[in-house]
């Protein structure tokens, strides 16, 4: 989708965009009703602005539609696609790496209860464990902001990967 398209959508489709980015119902309503955008720039840059007010509220009605690291997502949607593409590292994880993250997921939801979110996008499997292990030891508003902070990350690699500017091409991964 061009950023063109985006600005002129019906709010209820661009909002359908939006919530692919992060399931953040409020967030995706106030990009929406920001519309239109000089650029991309100008949108990441309301969309950055916005995460920066998340609460853990948001973050846990996000993770409700994430997928366990290292568990292949399912489905047909573009939430589905995305999280394939973004762990798309994960399919070439040694069984002891798969199997250390599964355990670590287990233990970080029984911790925090809430699945462990990272921008798996440009990590390896290992980078990813180890991260997983260092935040066990988070306390629990470290971690929250931590995973805010992840959450934002995923959603601007989305955004940015996911419309075009009106002269040209994709802009991300």
Do not use: C
């Amino acid at each position: 989708m061009h950023l063109d398209e985006f600005n002129a959508a019906a709010p209820e489709a661009a909002a359908s965009v939006v919530l692919v980015w992060a399931a953040v119902p409020a967030w995706a309503d106030a990009i929406v009703a920001g519309r239109p955008y000089a650029s991309l720039d100008a949108l990441t840059a309301r969309a950055s602005a916005l995460a920066d007010r998340w609460t853990v509220a948001d973050l846990d009605a996000a993770l409700a539609h994430h997928p366990r690291i290292g568990q292949r997502p399912v489905g047909p949607g573009a939430s589905a696609a995305a999280s394939r593409r973004e762990q798309a590292s994960m399919a070439d994880a040694a069984a002891e790496v798969t199997a250390a993250i599964a355990a670590g997921n287990q233990a970080y939801e029984e911790r925090f209860g809430r699945v462990f979110l990272i921008r798996a996008a440009g990590r390896t499997p290992q980078q990813i464990l180890a991260e997983l292990q260092r935040r066990l030891g988070d306390d629990d508003e470290t971690e929250a902001a931590e995973a805010i902070g992840q959450l934002a990350e995923i959603a601007i690699l989305r955004l940015r990967g996911s419309l075009a500017d009106a002269v040209g091409g994709r802009i991300g991964p």
